[in-house]
């Protein structure tokens, strides 16, 4: 495969077309008199220039909701010439929707496997050096997607573009990633541990840093770029600050997408639909847009280290509002640590542990900037004490082990309430619930006055002889706290218990007929029970029709459910309708 020519010199003043053509507005030429001036020293200063070039410049758009689809949109974008701004889009999507051939044969299963990856790589070789290709292949190599039998006829040929783009900004990633690595392969850690440390060493000895007055005007011009244009609107960074202080209001959120929209920033029509769904004004059209536009800029809105220490996140009115820690060794310490601290994280309603250890989650939960938290999980006394003032919660999640120390958990339960406001009190643990652990939770102690819901959840599946037999207990801390809702689960049952006028109305999903009848046969005076879940034949089960029968005579109305399941002819009569 033929390899691109490395300039020896740079051309101090070929940034005089990029300041022309970003004075004009023309920021898709400014890109391609920039990419020149790079591909004549390689300096960190002027990659930095192509990026924000790249970011101002009108996206192009890869079509494709499937793998294959979108192989091929992929491969007809890099026909011919593409332009500086479809080669950024070619560039940043080179992770993204590989179709994975399955095959049995074992000579070459891996290349054969991977073959549209390694297509993608050859057509990036064969196009103008681009050092948005290199922070691309950078973060795949951190991401190490592929586990397979050997590291070097799959991530090599990526290896070789990376020292040949020789983009010195990517040296320390490379190094950082020996250090620490995060792919879950050992073969693969083993790989990079061999092939990662040359490779970072010949793109720091060819490094070309460019002349004084090349760098400075680089950095000038990106500066340049950064600012927001004079629209009268306000200026971008203090519109994000602002929706960041006040992750609740929608009104910094609505003007900063129009300010974006009026850039032709992706992010503005994102905000704008994200805000129209959280109304329920959007087309099924409208919300495959807004999962194309999350699919294609999800990592640059998050920051690497964001993307790198969070998976399954959701969006809502355009910022973070959920996401779950990943494992320890997705990044190294220095990158949780920034995490941390990031400023996005403001937005954030809920964060789940994961796989992060004790150590890391707690940091987040911690965090001054993590401002917009409403539910907190914590593992800990010493973390319920930790919790400040500051915090607003609407639950708190415990899942310390209650059954141990049941009244010094309980006593910090209530101290954290009181200074939090939650309103949603969850208790998670391990073994079923012993008397003192119940009669605790009944106590009315301040802090739990406010409380609306409490739920109960069981961790064990050992506990589901004690539940079937004894799930009302948790009734008496329904009513000696007054809380309008109460909810057990546990694995394949679960309880909701509602206060209203007339007393307790009931549902309950269960999936065991056994289960479902050993419930019925103890529950006290109710006001209506509906059924969920389980099958056809469970409900109209003759045990669990007599524990009904039973239950009649407790009941102040019957839900259609429960008529039904007195009579199976009416209940099959219901179905049908």
Not at 83 to 97: M, Q
Not at 146 to 174: C, H, K, M, N, W
Request: net charge positive.
């Amino acid at each position: 495969m033929p390899r691109k020519s490395r300039p020896v010199k740079a051309d101090a003043g070929a940034l005089g077309k990029v300041a022309a053509a970003i004075e004009a507005g023309d920021f898709p030429t400014a890109l391609a008199e920039a990419l020149k001036a790079w591909r004549a020293s390689r300096g960190a200063e002027l990659a930095d220039l192509v990026d924000a070039l790249g970011r101002r410049s009108r996206e192009v758009t890869i079509a494709g909701h499937t793998a294959i689809g979108f192989q091929a949109s992929w491969l007809r974008l890099a026909e011919g010439k593409p332009s500086p701004v479809a080669i950024g889009a070619l560039a940043a999507s080179i992770g993204k929707l590989i179709p994975i051939a399955r095959t049995t044969n074992y000579v070459d299963r891996d290349i054969k496997r991977y073959r549209a990856f390694l297509d993608r790589i050859a057509v990036l070789e064969m196009l103008p050096a681009d050092p948005r290709m290199a922070s691309a292949i950078t973060g795949l190599l951190e991401r190490a997607p592929f586990t397979i039998e050997s590291g070097r006829r799959i991530y090599q040929p990526a290896i070789d573009l990376l020292t040949e783009l020789g983009d010195p900004r990517v040296v320390p990633r490379l190094r950082a990633l020996v250090a620490q690595p995060t792919s879950k392969a050992a073969l693969v850690r083993a790989y990079f541990a061999e092939a990662l440390p040359p490779a970072a060493d010949a793109i720091e000895t060819a490094a070309h840093l460019g002349s004084a007055d090349t760098r400075a005007t680089a950095r000038a011009l990106t500066a340049a770029i950064a600012k927001p244009t004079a629209n009268g609107r306000g200026d971008v960074d203090a519109l994000m600050a602002e929706c960041l202080a006040h992750p609740d209001d929608d009104g910094p959120r609505e003007v900063l997408a129009d300010v974006l929209l009026e850039r032709e920033d992706p992010r503005g029509e994102f905000i704008a639909l994200q805000l129209r769904a959280a109304r329920g004004e959007v087309s099924e059209v409208e919300r495959k847009r807004m999962t194309v536009l999350l699919r294609t800029h999800e990592r640059a809105w998050l920051g690497g280290d964001l993307a790198a220490i969070t998976k399954h996140r959701w969006w809502r009115r355009g910022f973070l509002d959920e996401a779950e820690l990943q494992r320890n060794a997705a990044a190294d310490k220095a990158t949780w640590a920034r995490a941390a601290k990031d400023p996005k994280l403001a937005t954030i309603r809920k964060l789940a542990k994961g796989g992060a250890n004790a150590a890391h989650y707690k940091a987040f939960m911690l965090s001054p900037a993590m401002c917009g938290l409403r539910e907190i999980g914590v593992l800990s006394i010493e973390m319920l004490d930790a919790i400040g003032a500051d915090r607003k919660l609407e639950i708190l999640r415990v899942e310390h082990n209650l059954t141990d120390d049941a009244f010094d958990a309980f006593a910090a339960i209530d101290r954290c309430l009181e200074r939090t406001g939650a309103t949603r009190l969850c208790l998670v643990y391990r073994r079923a619930p012993p008397d003192v652990l119940v009669s605790r939770i009944a106590a009315n102690v301040t802090g739990r006055e406010r409380l609306r819901e409490l739920r109960a959840v069981a961790a064990c599946h050992a506990a589901m002889l004690r539940w079937s037999v004894d799930p009302w207990t948790w009734l008496g801390a329904h009513a000696a706290l007054g809380v309008s809702r109460l909810v057990l689960e546990l694995d394949t049952l679960q309880i909701v218990a509602e206060r209203t006028t007339d007393g307790l109305a009931l549902e309950i999903d269960a999936a065991g007929d056994w289960l479902l009848e050993s419930v019925l046969r103890d529950a006290p005076k109710l006001a209506s029970v509906v059924l969920r879940g389980g099958r056809p034949a469970m409900i109209a089960s003759p045990g669990v029709r007599m524990a009904f029968a039973r239950l009649r005579r407790k009941l102040t109305t019957f839900d259609c459910w429960v008529s039904a399941l007195r009579d199976p002819d009416r209940a099959k009569r219901a179905r049908r309708s």
